[in-house]
């Protein structure tokens, strides 16, 4: 989805700029980086076990309209509704359109870079009472969150069972 000029003061007040400038992918176990955090991990105590010690990271109705049922999935919408949706933001749109965009926006970052799954196509609508104030946006601890749901991924991916992982790790 691009970042609209007209978006981007929303987006700075949320204190998520930075995020939607890095436009990363999600990183895989097979990737060797990850791979060494993750044979490095300790679930029962969420710290990095290092060759130098322990190391453990500190933790910190809105779109105008419906999605079609067939876009709904119990808690998710497909990512490619707010795709076809809100792609383009006209010059003249009316400061309420802007707001509309910038949520949408939001939102993308919020379920795709920060806490993505596997999927990598829904859009959680957990996160609407977070975008209905955009300006409340910027004093929420995004770091985090974001920590304990990488913290939440690691311990998934400690399980031996589990071939690939999801999550913020571009954190890592």
């Known amino acids: ?20 400038r890095l436009n990363v992918r ?15 991990w300790r679930p029962e105590t969420h710290t ?7 190391c453990t990271i500190t933790l910190q109705e809105l779109f105008g309209e ?3 049922q067939n876009k709904v999935k119990q808690y998710t919408v497909h990512i490619t509704w707010f795709h076809e949706r809100f792609r383009v933001l006209l010059n003249d749109a009316t400061e309420d359109t802007v707001h509309i965009y910038a949520r949408a926006y939001i939102m993308m970052l919020l379920s795709t870079q920060l806490f993505g799954d ?5 859009v959680y609508i957990w996160w609407l009472p ?11 601890s995004w770091g985090s969150a974001a920590l304990a ?11 031996r069972n589990v071939t690939n992982l999801a999550g913020p790790l ?3």
């Open 26 to 40: 999600w990183f895989w176990l097979d990737e060797p980086l990850v791979s060494a955090f993750i044979e490095r």
């Open 130 to 140: 977070f975008v209905a104030r955009l300006d409340d946006m910027g004093g929420y």
């Open 118 to 122: 596997k999927s990598e196509n829904q």
């Open 66 to 68: 419906l999605p079609p």
């Open 149 to 159: 749901w990488l913290y939440r991924c690691m311990c998934r991916v400690a399980n």
């Open 48 to 54: 990095f076990q290092m060759p130098f010690g322990e």
């Open 1 to 20: 989805m691009p970042l609209h000029d007209r978006i981007v003061p929303y987006i700075e007040r949320a204190s998520l700029y930075h995020l939607a």
């Open 170 to 172: 571009q954190l890592l």
